[in-house]
């Protein structure tokens, strides 16, 4: 059973950079599909941030692409999340998740969520 | 805003069936056939009831179902239950640019 479980500080301050991990267990990222952050917010419900595959393949949300990196870690079976400059706005419920089968395919498998808030 | 816009809420008795619209443009729902539609409980995590506008994952009843007319989606949920109130999202794929659209949920209540 595949499960996806993020992880990181669950404060950040203003200005600083949000990084957060999603640990894959029971499927290896290395063996395909695409790998997804999604955040949540009260104001602005659900935003995808971006996907990425095994090989490093990148596709990010243009309003946070210049704030954004997503990595993959095939060894460690996991893939990140680095947020740059950040403020309130970027205060929400982060999940990983996996495509369904191609990058514009829907979000078949969810973590559990972590939240984030940013306030100094 | 969100980029689909859906109804902040809808309502039905048990049994009965209920609709929920997903209204967006040409560039998203109406230009492709990849939309989904997620089942949210309050504090847990989105669930994926129906992908590619109209099939179902694997466990998930046959009274969700998914159609599509230009560049608006539907979910009805036929025969109602208790257990199906919760928010209810959909998603489309909005091309190499946007790539991802969300819309803003849909809170079904159970009367």
């Known amino acids: 059973q595949v499960q996806l479980q993020e992880s990181g500080p669950g404060l950040v301050k203003p200005s600083e950079t949000l990084s957060l991990t999603c640990a894959v267990s029971?499927?290896?990222?290395?063996?395909?599909?695409?790998w997804a952050w999604i955040r949540q917010t009260p104001g602005k419900g659900l935003e995808w941030i971006g996907s990425?595959?095994?090989?490093?393949?990148?596709y990010y949300n243009p309003f946070l692409k210049n704030r954004l990196t997503i990595s993959v870690d095939t060894s460690k079976n996991q893939f990140s999340l680095k947020l740059s400059s950040v403020t309130a706005a970027d205060t929400a419920v982060y999940y990983c998740?996996?495509?369904?089968?191609?990058?514009?395919?829907?979000?078949?498998?969810w973590g559990q969520g972590t939240l984030v808030n940013v306030s100094s | 805003q969100s980029a689909l816009t859906q109804p902040r809420s809808v309502s039905g008795s048990p049994g009965q069936s209920v609709t929920i619209s997903c209204t967006g443009t040409?560039?998203?729902?109406?230009?492709?056939?990849?939309v989904s539609w997620y089942q949210q409980y309050p504090g847990k995590a989105p669930k994926l009831i129906i992908y590619?506008?109209?099939k179902w994952p694997s466990g998930v009843p046959a009274r969700f179902s998914g159609s599509k007319s230009g560049d608006t989606a539907s979910l009805t949920i036929s025969g109602l239950q208790a257990e199906d109130e919760a928010n209810y999202y959909c998603?489309?794929?909005?091309?190499?640019?946007?790539?991802?659209?969300f819309g803003g949920g849909t809170k079904v209540t159970v009367l």
């Open positions: 998603c489309s794929y909005a091309g190499a640019y946007t790539h991802v659209v």
């Open positions: 998740a996996r495509h369904r089968e191609l990058v514009n395919d829907a979000f078949h498998m």
């Open positions: 029971g499927y290896s990222i290395s063996s395909g599909y695409y």
């Open positions: 590619d506008v109209n």
């Open positions: 040409s560039s998203d729902v109406g230009g492709y056939n990849y």
């Open positions: 990425i595959d095994q090989s490093g393949d990148r």
